[in-house]
């Protein structure tokens, strides 16, 4: 938990930035339903990867570092 606004706040206020332009925003999250993922979509998430599953999230992540 984030004390001071959640991840979808944060990735609104990353991707509205124009400082932060080109930054590829990975949600890490326990809270992993359709509703979550939705959520995160709407506010310009790259990629949304469900917490405690680390082979899904090296996958996720090499394409991001490898750019």
Not at 5 to 13: A, E, I, N, P, R
Not at 40 to 57: E, H, R, T, W
């Amino acid at each position: 938990e984030m004390p001071e606004m959640d991840g979808y706040v944060l990735t609104k206020l990353i991707k509205s930035d124009v400082r932060f332009k080109g930054i590829p925003v990975i949600m890490h999250s326990s809270l992993s339903s359709n509703a979550n993922k939705a959520m995160g979509s709407s506010v310009g998430v790259d990629a949304y990867v469900a917490k405690f599953d680390p082979a899904i999230l090296s996958e996720t992540l090499m394409p991001y570092l490898q750019r």
